[in-house]
């Protein structure tokens, strides 16, 4: 059975600095994974997606790197601000759903 | 980009109401999602459908019910509202495939007085 595991569960840091936050998977055979944004009491907003072919996406200060044979992925913020601040899950799909991974809520401090 | 609609977002409703959240998107989209978030917790998948008149319980046991009758609509239904079943629920669809990439609702806070 597929799990998504991130690492921290929470982060904080000034603005300005640069960032991973960490995505496992235990099953190595996916298809894609996706990284999503969710603001307090919102919906998920998916930021990158990964097909199982790539090594890495960027869209703007933000870079996704997937290694499927140590069931990793990283999400790389760039100089980070307050804006960035919100929680970030990963996801990989599973029979036919989504495993999500508990998430890991950044705190970007001006 | 995403046309993913959820109504209401607030909902404010005392016990032993029958509710129904709506979820609708003009995608095309065979599968929808239903998800249950608690505040600073985890997504729980509730509900899903992989097409009009399939519908499939997930992994979270929920006393909720939902159809799919028509290919963009799969609302949500509460027949006794109780105060455990306050919480965020979020709608989702997707393109299909095995290569699963999900479009998210703005999600309907439900508050049980």
């Known amino acids: 059975k597929q799990e998504v595991t991130q690492i921290p569960a929470a982060l904080s840091v000034p603005e300005g600095e640069n960032l991973v936050l960490n995505c496992s998977f235990t099953?190595?055979?996916?298809?894609?994974l996706q990284w999503f944004r969710q603001d307090p009491g919102k919906g998920l907003t998916s930021l990158l997606l990964i097909q199982s072919s790539q090594r890495e996406q960027t869209s703007g200060r933000l870079n996704a790197s997937l290694d499927k044979s140590s069931g990793r992925s990283t999400l790389y913020i760039a100089a980070s601000q307050p804006g960035d601040s919100a929680t970030y899950l990963c996801?990989?799909?599973?029979?036919?759903?989504?495993?999500f991974g508990q998430g890991t809520t950044l705190q970007v401090k001006p | 980009e995403a046309d993913i609609y959820q109504t209401p977002r607030y909902l404010v409703i005392g016990t032993g109401k029958k509710i129904t959240l709506e979820c609708s998107q003009t995608?095309?989209?065979?599968?929808m999602y239903w998800y249950q978030q608690d505040p600073g917790m985890e997504l729980h998948l509730i509900h899903y459908s992989y097409g009009v008149n399939s519908t499939e319980k997930g992994d979270l046991s929920s006393e909720s019910t939902v159809s799919r009758i028509r290919t963009e609509h799969f609302p949500l239904t509460l027949e006794s509202a109780r105060p455990s079943h306050t919480s965020q629920y979020l709608c989702?669809?997707?393109?299909?495939?095995?290569?699963?990439?999900?479009?998210f609702g703005p999600g309907t806070r439900l508050t049980v007085t």
């Open positions: 989702a669809s997707s393109d299909g495939g095995a290569g699963i990439r999900q479009y």
């Open positions: 099953d190595s055979a996916i298809y894609n």
């Open positions: 996801a990989v799909p599973d029979t036919g759903k989504l495993i």
């Open positions: 995608m095309g989209h065979d599968k």
